[in-house]
């Protein structure tokens, strides 16, 4: 699958920039988009004889006549359900010129139980939430469980946000057309589109040097280039040293997950730093991780003064009755260089003072990954989280933008958005995740790369991919303890490719 995101607005500039290159002109681009659509239809649902075709009145409509023509070619009997004549001089009209069947009006379709039903009524030009009709028929749609494949995007989906516009049709099969959208991945967008197919429908890779995309699907394919692979020449400490800090006696479990998630990334050391009453607690569970007294936030640039890691992890199960702002500060002041993956505790220590973050993280040599779900990042970012306009993609752009730091912008739809613009939209999300410590095995993940001299950004995208992968292999009954032991099988898929190692 490509990397690339194109929003509805980039798209229909691709589109154009194709157009005036040829070889092929709009009517031409949505007969290679009509005939992807049936050529999947014919596909899965080959002894399918009553096939229910919905037009709105755009482009996407447009491909809904192409499909029609070319399913009733095929010999399957067709309907084709309007809402309203394409207008005229459009390649929609032409489309609908084509196609020999006659429309039938929106507001006398009923659909049976479990009919195949194609949704081509709004795609990428969705602007307003679906109209009475187009609303109805959607529920109705889904009370009658039809099998509905949506041309492009379901019909009442977002193509930015993936936000349903009000009433929004689901599918079981999305076929859309060169590269897929924000909308496409973005919740409940993703739900809704089911099983999702990109088809080439002829436009020239080259379009692309000029949209120049920022926004990306996370695979491996975007930080493969940059994942890292040991070299004979180095040890453990070259390899990657990373600090994490531990809660009190009671919650020491969070710290030592996210230290195992971080050696099993490949670092080649890690080192917890506990409090001098959890020393015991920690030292009775560590075997190969090592284990340092550090007492205060003073205690801190005394061990950095000793050997500075590479990666700190400062939050899970911190707790909120120690000062954890004052120990972030010290980490950001105190170190040479490299990652701070600032979690849970960490983030919601400054709540009342996001700012005082911000500008230390700018200051500082260390680079700032924040981890935030849902919730923690209303409290670092009240504003954008409150704003509805605002995408989950927007929100996690404008809060790197804002702080400078990586954001790792938590969920079902997990989004990782870097201060230059870039961000990235993970694919392999699985709800086994949703579980205690999941979110501790991540910041590990990260921090075990980043300490590897992966780019912060990289790092976040890999991490939150290999979590994932690791997750969907466990499946049912997923415990967060169960990840670290995973990362070796998806380590070794990730580094097949070089057969020295
Ligand atoms: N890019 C590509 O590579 C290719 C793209 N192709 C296809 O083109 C599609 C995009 O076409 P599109 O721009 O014409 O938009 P589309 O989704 O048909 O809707 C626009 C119309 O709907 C109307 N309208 C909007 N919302 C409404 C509502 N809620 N309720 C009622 N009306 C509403 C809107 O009216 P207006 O807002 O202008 O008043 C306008 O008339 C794309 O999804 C793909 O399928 C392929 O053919 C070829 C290659
Ligand atoms: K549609």
Redesign the pocket.
């Known amino acids: 699958m490509p990397i690339e995101l194109l929003s ?1 607005a980039e ?2 500039e ?2 154009r920039i ?1 157009i005036s290159h040829g070889p092929f002109d ?1 009517y031409a ?2 007969r ?3 005939a992807a659509v049936a050529a999947e239809v014919l596909r899965r649902f080959s002894g399918e004889k009553h096939i229910n075709v919905l037009c ?8 809904g006549y192409v499909v029609a023509r070319l399913l009733r070619e095929a010999g399957c009997a067709v309907r084709v359900i309007a ?1 309203g004549p394409p ?1 005229e001089g ?3 009209a032409l489309a609908a010129r084509d196609c020999p069947l006659e429309a039938g009006p929106l507001s006398a379709f009923e659909p049976d139980a479990g009919s195949l039903v194609i949704d ?1 009524l ?10 009475r009709e ?1 609303a109805r028929v959607a529920a109705a749609c889904r009370n009658a469980c039809a099998r509905v494949v949506a ?3 379901p019909s ?1 989906i977002s ?1 930015d946000s993936g936000r349903a ?1 009000g009433e929004a049709f689901e599918a079981m099969l999305t076929v859309t ?2 590269r897929l959208k924000p909308g496409h991945l973005l919740e409940p967008g993703r739900a809704s589109c089911g099983e999702i197919v990109v088809a080439d ?1 002829g ?1 020239p890779e080259t379009v692309l040097e000029q949209i120049a995309p920022r926004t990306l699907v996370n695979l491996p394919a975007l930080w493969l280039a940059t994942y890292p692979r040991p070299t004979r020449q180095q040890y453990k400490y070259s390899r990657g040293h990373v600090a994490v800090f531990s809660g009190g006696p009671g919650s020491t479990g969070a710290a030592r997950l996210s230290a195992l998630a971080a050696a099993r990334s490949g670092a080649g050391a890690v080192t917890v730093y506990s409090p001098g009453n959890a020393l015991a607690v920690n030292a009775a569970h560590l075997t190969s991780i090592m284990l340092r007294r550090v007492d205060d936030p003073d205690a801190v640039r005394d061990a950095l003064a000793v050997r500075s890691p590479d990666a700190f992890v400062l939050g899970p199960g911190f707790g909120l009755d120690r000062p954890v702002r004052e120990w972030a500060l010290a980490v950001l002041k105190a170190s040479a260089g490299g990652v701070v993956v600032l979690d849970a505790d960490g983030i919601t220590s400054f709540r009342d003072r996001p700012e005082a973050l911000f500008e230390a993280a700018k200051s500082s040599p260390l680079d700032l990954i924040l981890t935030p779900h849902e919730g923690e990042f209303a409290r670092l970012f009240p504003d954008l989280a409150a704003d509805d306009g605002l995408s989950k993609l927007e929100k996690a752009r404008g809060a790197a933008a804002r702080s400078g730091a990586v954001v790792i912008f938590k969920g079902p739809d997990t989004v990782i958005a870097s201060a230059d613009g870039r961000a990235a939209i993970n694919f392999n999300g699985t709800p086994w995740l949703a579980t205690a410590g999941s979110g501790d095995v991540l910041a590990g993940i990260v921090a075990g790369l980043a300490a590897q001299k992966m780019p912060p950004f990289d790092a976040a995208c890999a991490a939150v991919w290999m979590h994932a992968e690791a997750a969907r292999r466990f499946g049912p009954g997923l415990i967060a303890e169960d990840l670290p032991g995973l990362m070796p099988q998806v380590l070794r898929e990730i580094l097949a490719i070089d057969p020295a190692l």
Do not use: C, K, Q, S
């Open positions: 509805p798209m229909g691709a589109d194709a709009g681009l949505m290679n988009a009509g709105g009145p755009g482009n996407n409509g447009g491909d809402e207008r459009t390649d929609a081509a709004y795609g990428a030009g969705l602007t307003r939430p679906l109209d187009a041309v492009d995007l009442g193509g516009v057309f060169f429908i436009l």
